[in-house]
């Protein structure tokens, strides 16, 4: 008896080019049974041709696809077991939610009392109860989005692949699909992998999360990783916020930044094996950072710095700075801690424990 993979879907090396121009480069990834993974990055590093030659719908140029431990090259979309929740939703709008809920299942030819049961069971998952006889062209942008969810998932599909599935809803509504997505998820056990270029959405969302750049993988991890220990400059200056600084590891491992004036001694898991003379990037989150009179005693870094700019956006304040040689700082704290006067000077303090180093 074969043994199950343990992964819904694996990419060998997989690569896309249209002439010149590699949209996909040597592309390597296992998506393990009943995750869910997010393809994140920014517009045209690759990430939707990557979800689609897992669909079928594009061919890789080299490389191969498995789907449950077999390669599915050749294979056209529909003999797959995938299904797929487009951007633009692609449902029928002059049919009814039940006859778009049930249209992949008629393709598959399956008993109409069963249709029947399967069609009243998903209007109930994806909270459409009494919304069958409705026409899609009469539902809001948020009911529609659960119409193409709904009937990509009665399929029943091994692997359920979501292209920019969020993207046409506004923010509040956004949250709350978010939140849905999620649940639908663990009920459901399926495998989901998803695109997006919404970081926000990748973290809240995923198991783990593949960053896309120019074509290549630059991280596949969990979301805390990526956040805190990102593999690369570019991972740590896409996903979420970073301050950045320039610096080089000295003798004993203490790294002095070219911009701050500060040596710091980090741990050798920090460092991450790098010897002395390397070139690295010092990661220093925003909100690590307090300001002013919110700066607690323990913080061992510590910075002088004009105040630029102060922005409120609820919860949470951003406070921008600037040193004399022009390096700028940024830190998120809480709007219910007290701010320094703009055009003041600032302690702008982060304790080291918190720095991350990337490769310079």
């Avoid at 043994?3 to 480069?25: F, I, T, W």
């Avoid at 919304?131 to 529609?144: E, P, Y």
């Avoid at 040596?263 to 307090?290: F, H, K, M, N, Y």
């Amino acid at each position: 008896m074969t043994e199950r993979s343990p992964n819904a879907v694996e990419l060998r090396a997989v690569s896309k080019v249209y002439g010149a121009s590699a949209a996909v480069r040597d592309v390597s990834m296992e998506i393990a049974r009943g995750a869910f993974v997010t393809i994140l990055g920014p517009s045209g590093c690759g990430k939707s041709t990557l979800l689609r030659m897992i669909s079928g719908f594009v061919t890789p140029s080299s490389g191969d696809v498995l789907i449950d431990g077999v390669s599915v090259l050749g294979a056209a979309p529909y003999e797959r077991d995938t299904a797929m929740v487009f951007q633009d939703y692609a449902l029928f709008p002059h049919r009814t939610v039940a006859q778009n809920l049930a249209f992949g299942l008629r393709m598959r030819r399956i008993a109409k009392d069963e249709i029947a049961r399967r069609v009243e069971a998903m209007l109930e998952l994806v909270n459409l109860r009494g919304f069958g006889d409705r026409r899609v062209s009469q539902m809001s942008g948020g009911q529609a989005q659960r119409v193409a969810l709904g009937r990509a998932l009665i399929v029943r599909p091994a692997v359920l692949l979501l292209d920019e599935p969020l993207g046409a809803l506004d923010l509040k509504l956004r949250k709350q699909m978010q939140a849905e997505l999620k649940t639908i998820h663990r009920d459901l056990g399926l495998t989901f992998v998803a695109v997006t270029h919404d970081q926000e959405e990748a973290l809240t969302l995923s198991d783990r999360i593949a960053v896309m750049n120019g074509g290549a993988l630059e991280q596949f991890d969990t979301p805390e990783n990526l956040y805190r220990r990102p593999a690369t400059r570019f991972v740590a200056d896409f996903v979420g916020n970073a301050n950045l600084f320039d610096a080089r590891i000295g003798g004993g491992g203490r790294v002095a930044a070219d911009s701050l004036p500060l040596t710091l001694d980090l741990s050798a898991a920090q460092r991450g094996g790098r010897g002395e003379g390397t070139r690295v990037a010092l990661v220093v989150r925003p909100e690590t950072i307090a300001v002013g009179a919110a700066a607690p005693a323990h913080h061992d870094c510590r910075v002088e710095a004009r105040v630029d700019e102060i922005m409120f956006s609820g919860a949470v304040q951003q406070i921008t700075g600037h040193l004399p040689d022009g390096t700028r700082l940024t830190a998120h704290q809480s709007a219910a801690l007290p701010a320094p006067e703009r055009g003041a000077t600032a302690i702008f303090s982060w304790p080291g424990q918190s720095v991350w180093l990337v490769d310079g």
